[in-house]
């Protein structure tokens, strides 16, 4: 393999995942309002318009950006300015950083070298994933603190504690999918979730994990501070929580990570738990189903229905999210806390306990 | 006897199936889902009056803005009574009277300011005409503007309504 192939396949590789996540970012700004909308039975964004045409408020977005750009970048006079300054990126970069280790499809073959489709195929994916976006809450807390309000400070004081806790839980609800896959590299976890259960059922996540998967959704929601987890940011409560003293561009940074984190948690979730850009009995030569029926299907369109697949599944717990939010009321401080750590922790450790007995005893039996 | 003691009907325990929280996330979520295909396939029947280009229809006897009536040859019904004025509660009208270059009529204002800032929308003023001149059947409600000046509204602005 030459190094400029290389270098040509590793930067094709963070352009093109890079541009679908922060494309994905936008769609998503423009469906949390039509959608929030539709639930809540108004017409919903409808105004911005090019060439008179609005197209459902498509164009929102960009007028957003627009907007953002040419505003005043405002420093409060006793906010700390340099970690002021520094809190939109502590927010922003694990965000982008998270995007490295999902894989977007299988291993594909380009004039003889074997490509992943992911930026770095790293043999730690899931704890580099973790450690990373544990980072985001240095973000949030700074942005508290740094911006010298009171409002902010309850939201930075609030996400600290409820980041914390609930990464607990999260860290222990995956444990039990890496018992069963047998490995932290994502690519390994989502090439195992092609086989099939008891001869029928594809070895997906949510069904040889149902607990972990709810757990880790869970604990998602909370981690990415979204309804009914958002109180470093109850608009009803504290404003916009820690992002108050914010304006412009800056506020722009923290709102496009709060998207990233929903598009990379959507793509974990996904990833872990349904498959990634496994397809539904779908082989590399074609569709092999259970009743010994297989139909062939060319190699480029089983490239393409296995990256539809992985695109269709993060899109849908990307609308989860949105769909959850308009849905259910925000908990209350110590109800969140109460959930956190009296009910996902026991429960997590549970699944750690009965995933690790079943697995000794399909093993004892195998013997 | 207790004074202001009421026992309050508190809701009733919540079962197993509701306390576990899923299912009943489950239903709500098909309750919004169900508003919103509602919405995406019935899109005409959204509530929501698109406000600009869309008005509400004003029931007949709403008191909007004010407009000054014009005889049939244009000029101002007003006689400057001052009746309008007088009866006003939020003192918002000012009338400088003048004499009418018609014999028949005896005055006729030469400034008739109403200040809108001021103006409570009590219609004293229409009930208090002699002549019908003013009125407050636009179906307007005040519309916005950047100064205060724009807000102060002359006879020739009454006039046009």
Known sequence: ??????????????????????TLVVVLTWL??????????????????????????????????????????????NAHRLFYQMAPMFAL??????????????????????????????????????????????????????????????????SSAQMLSYEVSMGLSVVGILMVFRSVQLSEIARGQGELLLGFLPKWGVFVQPLGFILFLVALYAEANRTPFDLPEGESELVAGYHTEYGSFKFSMFMMAEYLHMVVGSAVLATLFFGGWQFPYLADTGFLFPGGISLAVPAWAVLVLRIGS??????????????VRWTIPRFRYDQVMRLGWKVMLPLALLNIFVTGLVLLLIDRGGV | MTIGVKKVARPPKMSFGESVYLLEILKGLTVTMGHLLHNIVHNKEIPTIEYPEVRRPMPPR??????????????PRCVACYMCATACPAVCITIVAGESPDPKIEKYPVRFDIDMLRCIFCGQCVEACPVDAIRMDTGWYTPPEDTREKLIYTIDRLLEK
């Open chain 1, 93 to 158: 970069a694990p965000a982008l950083m998270t995007i490295a280790v999902i894989p977007f499809g299988p291993p594909v073959t380009i004039a003889g070298h074997k490509v992943a489709l992911q930026i770095a195929d790293l043999n730690v994916g899931i704890l580099y994933l973790f450690a990373i976006s544990g980072m985001t809450v240095y973000g949030v807390v700074l942005a508290g603190w740094a911006s010298n309000s009171k409002y902010p400070l309850l939201g930075g004081l609030r």
């Open chain 1, 32 to 77: 949390e309002r039509k959608g929030a909308a539709y639930i809540q039975d108004r017409r919903g964004p409808n105004r911005a318009r090019i060439l008179g045409l609005t197209l459902g408020g498509i164009f929102h977005p960009l007028a957003d950006a627009l907007k953002f750009l040419f505003k005043e970048d405002f420093i409060p006079d």
């Open chain 2, 62 to 75: 709403f008191r909007g803005c004010h407009r000054l009536m014009k005889r049939p040859g244009g000029a």
């Open chain 1, 1 to 22: 393999m030459t190094p400029l192939f290389d270098l040509a396949v590793s930067v094709a590789r963070v352009a093109v995942f890079l541009t679908f996540c922060l």
């Open chain 1, 310 to 323: 992985f695109v269709a599944k993060t899109l849908f717990f990307c609308w989860l999210y949105i769909w």
